[in-house]
């Protein structure tokens, strides 16, 4: 139980890798703040958590918009009196070719996956500095590396590694850690959405990762969830500034 008595936040909760780690976070003791763009997407989190003895409510947050951020982390705060863990999970897929990507595109990525985690990680450090104390883990991707019809996407996760190592060096002195995790394939519906984009099922597309990756096999929501949690936790309490990559090997 190494989250009792912490009040954690989880955007993009509603589903795959935010899910599982809104679940494991809830098993380990934690009151967990679900996030999505509307609080009746998280609700089957919700009520999945609750069932299970746990702690959680649904809260809706455009990420990208700082009024909605703010008023989230507010009322989060209001609700369980503290935020002591924040995991910018949230992110959205908009991908093409170079050559044809619209700019609503490339703003549309940018204002969720980049801009969401620094609206979303500036409230939060507001009340952990307060605190002296707080674990901020944001989501990056392999993809950060360069990946053939993201450039939207991949800048946008390169650019969360470099806000993660300037947010450690400002909020460290606060006894506030920030890390950043970068899954390679993980079977999630944006897996899926991507297998479509190139004309693929997504069993098929599963199966071509694997075969490019060491251990053989993707990775699974519940994996990425166990490595955030470990960032999340004391376990990590001398971690900070760090992107691990969680990919099964592959280089």
């Not at 703010?70 to 609700?79: C, H, K, L």
């Not at 850690?177 to 993980?186: C, D, E, I, R, S």
């Not at 990762?209 to 490595?227: F, H, Y």
């Amino acid at each position: 139980m190494r989250f009792t008595g912490k009040v954690a936040v989880v955007t993009g909760a509603a589903q795959g890798i935010g899910a599982a780690t809104a679940r494991l976070l809830a098993a380990e003791g934690a009151s967990v703040g679900i996030v999505d763009l509307t609080a009746e997407r998280g609700q089957p989190v919700v009520d999945e958590i609750t069932t299970g003895g746990g702690v959680a409510v649904a809260f809706g947050c455009d990420v990208s918009d700082q009024s909605s951020v703010d008023r989230m982390a507010a009322a989060v705060v209001e609700r369980f009196g503290r935020l002591d863990i924040l995991v910018n999970n949230a992110g959205i897929t908009r991908d093409n070719l170079l050559f044809k990507m619209s700019k609503d595109d490339w703003d549309a990525v940018l204002s969720i996956n980049l801009t969401g985690v620094f609206l979303c990680s500036q409230a939060a450090q507001r009340y952990m500095v307060e605190q002296r104390s707080g674990k901020i883990v944001n989501l990056s991707s392999r993809s950060a590396l360069g990946n053939r019809g993201q450039v939207n996407y991949a800048a946008t996760k390169a650019g969360v590694q470099g806000l993660t190592a300037t947010m450690a060096l400002e909020l460290g002195p606060f006894n506030i850690n920030v890390n950043a995790v970068a899954p390679g394939y993980v079977a999630t519906s944006m897996t899926a959405a991507t297998a479509t984009r190139v004309g693929a099922s997504p069993e098929e597309h599963q199966e071509r990762a694997a075969a490019n990756t060491p251990l053989r096999r993707v990775g699974r929501p519940e994996e990425i969830a166990s490595v955030i949690a470990f960032l999340a936790s004391d376990d990590a309490s001398y971690v900070s500034g760090q992107t691990l990559y969680v990919n099964g090997g592959a280089r």
